[in-house]
């Protein structure tokens, strides 16, 4: 039987095995470097995370943000109809005109179940209609209308624009919200919103021989949904508003559009640029991108930019 080793005056009895012990300032040294190391390794991970994070939208395009109280306007392009909606020309000469815009009476409800706000407010249009009748030999029904670059709403982290459903408020279509979902520094927010309509015109007046004067008074009340104190909400107007050439492109867009849906349903088989436009309407714009020239994007000066929370609010 192996005998157990016994201290002696202190030492060990030796037992063949060499045994190694560290002095005590080796120890010290040792854990001073392995709690640097560490400290180290934590700083790097604390550094690597603000690296990775990313910059807002608004940000990276140096978008000015303005006061939501101003009143902005932008051109609108004026044009008249016949009956079946076909543009028409009858014989008239239109004035330039543009549309103003003003916001209004900004609320935010009390967190549901989920923990979501409904933000709602209101912003109202209006646009003068002015032109000379040059020429009467056209006796039928006509209309005169407009094309507007109306508000966009979208999102100060992504740029995203928000899709949303529209309605007019005497139609009685079932409302209901339009949900855009956010992918921001690894969360996703569910954003919805919908827009409700009324208009009306003033009437066509005389005002002197052959000149004709007439103003459309649109409000438009906005109802968003988003997570309790989410400020990613953005409102943007285009600068240029709308033009002759872009009247004309948006006519041959829908042209183009419906001659190849029409192919298609000939063929039964959908074509390669109908199957390009249609996965471009799909997909969620960012805001300095045009919807009307394909590969074509704007500058941050185009925008009149301001923050949906900076609406005048209701109680005021």
Do not use: C
Request: hydrophobic share 30%; no cysteine; net charge negative.
């Amino acid at each position: 039987m192996a005998k157990k080793n016994k201290e002696i005056d202190g030492a060990k009895k030796d037992d063949g095995v060499e045994h190694h012990s560290m002095p005590t300032n080796a120890r010290k040294k040792r854990v001073i470097l392995v709690l640097l190391i560490l400290g180290i390794a934590s700083a790097v991970a604390v550094i690597t995370s603000i690296v990775v994070k990313k910059t807002p939208y608004i940000d990276i395009k140096g978008i000015e943000i303005l006061s939501a109280k101003n009143i902005y306007s932008n051109p609108v392009y004026v044009y008249t109809t016949n009956v079946d909606g076909e543009i028409t020309d009858i014989g008239s000469d239109f004035e330039d005109s543009s549309a103003s815009f003003k916001f209004y009476d900004y609320s935010v409800s009390e967190p549901d179940e989920d923990d979501n706000e409904i933000t709602t407010f209101k912003y109202d249009i209006t646009v003068p209609i002015k032109f000379v009748r040059k020429d009467y030999s056209y006796k039928d029904k006509y209309f005169y209308t407009y094309n507007i670059s109306r508000p966009i709403f979208f999102d100060r982290y992504t740029g995203e624009v928000y899709q949303k459903y529209t309605s007019r408020s005497d139609s009685g279509e079932e409302t209901q919200l339009r949900t855009n979902e956010i992918s921001w520094n690894g969360k996703t927010y569910k954003i919805g919103i919908r827009t409700e309509t009324s208009s009306v015109w003033d009437g066509k007046e005389q005002e002197s021989k052959n000149v004709y004067t007439d103003t459309n008074r649109v409000t438009t009340t906005v109802y968003i949904s988003a997570p309790k104190g989410y400020d990613g909400l953005m409102a943007a107007i285009f600068k240029h508003g709308y033009n002759q050439d872009y009247f004309k492109k948006t006519q041959e867009n829908n042209k183009k559009l419906d001659e190849l849906r029409k192919q298609a349903e000939e063929t039964g088989e959908k074509s390669e640029e109908l199957i390009r436009i249609e996965e471009r309407q799909r997909k969620t714009n960012v805001l300095l991108q045009s919807t009307i020239y394909e590969n074509m994007t704007y500058a941050a000066s185009d925008f009149y930019v301001f923050q949906v929370n900076d609406i005048e609010p209701a109680d005021k």
